[in-house]
């Protein structure tokens, strides 16, 4: 983690684009057909559990057997791959790109990744928690524990097999959880954000920095 | 500890009754090819009279084969006549004095992910399989597997999974607690459980259970893997429609099916949403349209009946 975080540079280039590009790439090998077109406005997953899918981006086909792939986030298709159109696609094959327009809390977010060490999910599962982080998080709240390489932070949970997840990271306190109990979280998506004690000074300068700096944009 | 409940009497019992059995049941498959790859259930048989936790003792034995660099042996079963330190999942109480059936299973994974997830389902599916064959013919199983009876609880299981720091195997530690002997609950558990007596009427022989359970586990595990073989050369699985064979007999065994259901990840103290339950997907997910009119496809969490 870097202590000299080009402010002005970060902040410039979001507000000139203030936008996330969201890659959306074959989920299998298959037939692919697109749902949506260049320019097309795609809703993220609603409802209040993230139960309702998201715009259908593109049906993929293996085996006759067809699959619906729904937008991950809101916004507008930015490009996408006509040319595959039909065509039979191996997963991981980028198909399109989704252009997110950012809130100022996802700014502050996407900064604090860059600064924060992230901890990803090692499978899609649900997570929660351990017992004994659970029980600090409620004494102290979340800020004020500090886990250390070898810890058992986690327990992954996936059709009912819970596995320990130990935190292999550097040192430091629990800044941003990302997960929700109950919610499944992607392989390689954050779990949560940590950084070291000394270093908690400097992200808060950054949420102060940007909540400042957005306001007056 | 008994003569029968040993590997020895464990491979009698599926020769001599559940081979036969199945023969009966699956009579386009080769049963005696099945148990071959399930035959790991069982390789070794511990019993004892007390354990703190039989997945306790299952992790200590996992850690000293990894600190002598040697390998565990897969299918390893533990079993205790009463356990001290029982629990259920989360912070819920599982009560496991003398009379039940509790113990754990060690299992070295070499399933592919898509297998690996339908290890919960074998278990429910066998422990079901079970109960019907000892005179509980309405028990069901509700997903993932809990074992019920009139919607009481009959069995219980839980799975943990570590990778091993020298090996780096992934060993999958199956608990398994089913009410056989035991009639007296406590009182939180009281209106929710019942034991296999009480149903029938009789006291149970627990080895003689246990030999039952263990057979079916092993043609159900070798199903999984019967399967996977099966799915990697066909691009599908052996049942009618290229459906997996072990998820139909869950579908057999299972009332959970278009049943009004509240669902949560802890669905005790966090209950998420209603929803009916539409069915199970071949990857064992259940399907789910909530009121919203909505559909959606959960991993992990449990439902309750309503």
Known sequence: ?217 | MTNRLNVQGLRNYITEREIPLRKRDYAGLDVEIIFRKGGFIGSNIECFSELDRTMHYGRSVINQFERLGDSVVSGSVIIAERLSGSKGRFTRSWYAPSGGLWGSIIYVNTLLPASKLLIPLALGVSCCEALHEWGAAEAEVRWINDVLFHEQKLAGFLLESHRGVESTEEYILIGFGINLNNTTFPSELKKIAVSLSEIIGDTIERDDFALCFLAKLAFNFGLICHEEDYYLVHQQYQGVGGTHLLVNRWRELSQSIGRDVVFGFDVVTRPQYRAKVMGIAEDGGLMMQLEDGSTTIEYSGEIRYL
């Open chain 1, 1 to 217: 983690m870097s202590k000299d975080l080009h402010f002005d540079e970060i902040l410039s280039k979001y507000r000139s684009d203030p936008y996330d590009y969201v890659d959306i790439f074959a989920t299998q090998t298959g037939v692919v057909e697109f749902q949506v077109e260049k320019g097309s406005a795609v809703d993220a997953p609603g409802g209040e559990w993230g139960h309702i899918p998201g715009t259908a981006l593109y049906q993929i086909t293996r085996e006759r057997n067809p699959k619906m792939i729904g937008a991950p986030i809101n916004g507008i298709v930015s490009e996408i791959r006509a040319d595959l159109e039909g065509s039979f696609v191996e997963s991981g094959e980028r198909l399109m790109t989704i252009r997110h327009p950012l809130k100022k809390k996802e700014i502050i977010e996407n900064i604090l990744k860059e600064v924060l060490y992230l901890f990803p999910a090692p499978e899609k599962a649900k997570y929660f928690f351990a017992m004994d982080i659970q029980s600090r998080i409620d004494k102290k709240g979340v800020r004020e524990v500090i886990v250390k390489p070898g810890d058992e932070i986690l327990t992954m949970s996936l059709m009912k097999r819970d596995t320990p997840v130990i935190y292999a990271g550097e040192e430091g306190v629990i800044h941003s959880v990302y997960f929700k109990p109950g919610v499944s979280v992607e392989q390689g998506e954050p779990l949560i954000g940590v950084c070291s004690m000394d270093k908690v000074p400097l992200i808060q300068k950054v949420i102060t920095r940007v909540k400042a700096e957005w306001d007056n944009m």
